[in-house]
């Protein structure tokens, strides 16, 4: 599956640059990206367990940028 969130609250490009190193490297995430510019999220992973790694990217997110939010 294959979905686009919008991102809250990113004030940084090199802090998007981490955030989709960290997104790449959860399980089951085929790929990830983070645009700075658009402020948007766009990820791919496996159907059956996207939730849990949406919640481990808004984790991986918010040890990086505090403020930054997922919005679903």
Known sequence: MRKAFKLQD????????????????????????VSFMTQKLVIEADDDCFDAVLDEAQRACSKIEPDCVILR
Request: net charge neutral; proline share 0%.
């Open 10 to 33: 990113l004030d940084c490009a090199n802090c998007a640059a981490k955030m989709e190193n960290a997104i790449k490297g959860i399980d089951g995430v085929k790929s990830a990206t």
